[in-house]
């Protein structure tokens, strides 16, 4: 299926399950070096971070080729950008499809956001105005994504902390679409779900049964910081029981499983740790479900765009100064 002479793929979902994994952090290489198979690690398969493998020829890109002899792994990006006014960047895009065809990853995805303006990226994925002029230009940007890449899209839903008044969409009818549109599939982030159901004030359920389930290959399972009057996508503590509740609802409502991975970011656990809060998605979904609270975190802060383009500005002043 195409639309306006883009390549796009058919929209289900088609992969099966990979079953139970985490995100490759750091923290952890010493610790699976020396446990580096399945049965020692607990876990069915790795995800890494896109950036932190780009342009990296050391001891992250090695260890995870090696953990490629043993699991699947999926590339989980951050600097796409597809909702960004600027171009894409094909530089970017060409390391990530060099990497690509040598890693052979499941999948590769990214968010539903934009990252930078004027070529400086902010390392913030930040909210986009959900209209039909913004539908069909990321519709245009992931036909040329798809086409560049060879394979589908695979796109999340960001955490948000606040909406554009002159949106057309609500953000389920509008990935919906442009699932519908494209071919791409979802990174179904319950977590960002709860997140955003919370700040902007609708119902998560209700942002679960307009999603078409079946474009779902993935989803996302952390732990969001309460501030009292909003939540962070912190990813730094256990998974509340609101999000476990909504995985349930989810898988229930999909009709079978899908690739389900821990998300930990901050204040990370040991592996084996990480690997017994990953276990409570198969309690969940046993009708046991984790009883946890959001810890409260008053001090959560993210840098605001005008502080990177502030920060660009003065770089590019100085160099000048040099000449």
Not at 52 to 63: C, E, S, T, V
Not at 184 to 208: A, K, M, R, T
Not at 298 to 315: N, V
């Amino acid at each position: 299926m195409t639309n306006g002479g883009g390549v796009a793929f058919d929209n289900v979902a088609t992969q099966e399950s990979l079953g139970y994994g985490v995100g490759l952090r750091s923290c952890h290489f010493t610790w699976l070096e020396r446990n580096l198979l399945p049965a020692q690690t607990g876990v069915d398969f790795f995800e890494a971070i896109t950036e932190n493998i780009l342009d990296h020829g050391g001891y992250a890109r090695q260890l995870l080729f090696k953990l490629r002899e043993h699991y699947p792994i999926v590339l989980h990006g951050v600097s796409l950008s597809i909702g960004s006014t600027d171009l894409l960047n094909l530089d970017y895009l060409n390391k990530v499809k060099a990497l690509s065809q040598a890693l052979q990853p499941e999948w590769i995805s990214d968010h539903l956001c934009w990252t930078g303006i004027m070529g400086v990226n902010t390392h913030d994925l930040l909210p986009m105005p959900l209209t039909h002029e913004s539908l069909e230009h990321v519709v245009h940007k992931v036909h040329q994504v798809q086409e560049i890449l060879g394979r589908p899209m695979v796109l999340e839903n960001p955490s948000s902390y606040l909406e554009f008044a002159e949106n057309d969409y609500c953000e389920w009818d509008f990935l919906s679409e442009l699932v519908k549109q494209t071919g791409c599939q979802l990174l179904l982030d319950l977590n960002n779900i709860y997140v955003s159901g919370f700040n902007l004030g609708f119902d998560p359920y209700e942002y679960l049964a307009g999603i078409p389930l079946q474009s779902v290959v993935q989803c996302h399972l952390a732990g969001p910081s309460d501030c009292g009057t909003h939540m962070i996508d912190t990813h730094d503590q256990p998974v509340p029981t609101p999000v476990w509740q909504l995985y349930e609802a989810f898988i229930k409502a999909r009709g079978n499983h899908v690739t389900t991975l821990l998300e930990w970011d901050a204040n990370i656990p040991s592996f084996p740790e990480l690997v017994a809060e990953l276990n409570l998605a198969k309690e969940a979904l046993q009708g046991r479900m984790p009883q946890r609270v959001c810890t409260q975190d008053s001090d959560a802060l993210s840098t605001s765009i005008a502080a990177h383009l502030e920060r660009s500005h003065l770089d590019v002043v100085n160099r000048e100064a040099v000449k």
